[in-house]
């Protein structure tokens, strides 16, 4: 991935890095709660080498981004997205894992000029109420326990034992690392902390009806964030006419813990969608 680039938004700078060719077809990733823009460099190269070009930006508060904002959550996240695949020029393809999935479908219905399709991974679009890990991360024990020096020790931990279960990819302990390490930074322990307190989904499933990009989506049959899995991809099949990949021995993070399914699928969606075949043809 090259070097981290910066959007300036109202309240701070989201930093971003893009691939590939200046005029190729643009795809942008956002993560989730608590992660890192690195979360997609598997599907980096691959979507370059079939001529696209791919953007990956930094939520609020982490990684590189500026600790400077107060406003936290999908809405935002939405704006942000929007805001980068302005700046880049669009039509774009958005993706997201998790609340950067939610935040992706509310850019769609925002922006449906904009928005040429989504790819949604560990996809968090309504608040689910019976689930445990949901419950746990924004209302109990992490938020509690983000508030002293053993925030960063902790997270890291949930990402690679709860969040993480399951098959994990050769640069995960390195990845979970580097999360630690981006959250010991000044004001990054703050910024996912208030994210923590701001964060609600009901924004977006308010506007699930409004989506009319493609949809295609990636559901670990093991993440602890829904309570039955399977039917929350049944549900994504219905809330956004989503094609839903159910993928045995993952958890929350589809695209690095079974990167090579994600790649294939997400390269011939991206292939199906006409305003991005459009895009190909203007470019050559």
């Known amino acids: 991935m090259s070097t981290a680039q910066f959007i300036s938004r109202p309240e701070g700078r989201i930093a971003y890095t893009v691939d590939g060719d200046a005029d190729a ?47 936290h959550g999908d809405v935002v996240t939405g704006q942000d997205l929007i805001a980068l695949a302005e700046h880049l020029g669009g039509p774009a393809v958005l993706g997201g894992n998790s609340m950067g999935a939610a935040a992706a479908a509310w850019a769609a219905a925002e922006r449906p000029d904009l928005v040429a399709g989504l790819v949604l991974t560990g996809p968090l679009l309504r608040n689910p109420p019976a689930s445990a890990a ?7 024990a992490v938020r509690v326990a983000l508030q002293g020096p053993w925030g960063p020790a902790l997270w890291a931990r949930m990402v690679r ?9 050769p640069w995960f302990d390195e990845h ?34 409004e989506v009319v990009a493609p949809v295609i989506a990636f559901v670990g049959a093991i ?26 021995e993952v958890g929350h993070y589809p ?19 006409p305003r991005l075949e459009n895009a190909f043809e203007a470019v050559a």
Request: charged share 20%.
């Open 25 to 71: 077809p643009l795809v942008v990733l956002a993560p989730g709660m608590g992660d890192l823009r690195t979360t997609w460099r598997d599907l980096v190269g691959p979507l370059t080498a079939a001529g696209y070009r791919v953007a990956c930006m930094d939520l609020r508060g982490h990684g590189d981004s500026d600790t400077t904002f107060a406003t």
């Open 134 to 140: 949901a419950t746990a991360t924004t209302h109990g």
């Open 161 to 169: 034992t709860y969040f993480g279960r399951g098959t994990q990819g």
């Open 176 to 209: 979970v690392a580097d999360i630690k390490e981006s959250l010991r930074r000044p004001g990054h322990l703050r910024s996912f902390r208030h994210l923590t307190l701001q964060l609600t989904h009901a924004p977006v499933e308010a506007r699930l009806g």
């Open 223 to 248: 993440d602890p964030d829904f309570k039955d899995p399977a039917a929350e991809a049944l549900w994504l099949r219905s809330a956004v006419d989503a094609e839903v990949t159910l993928i045995p």
């Open 255 to 273: 695209q690095h813990q079974a990167p090579q399914v994600v790649i294939d699928d997400t390269l011939a969606f991206l292939a199906s969608l």
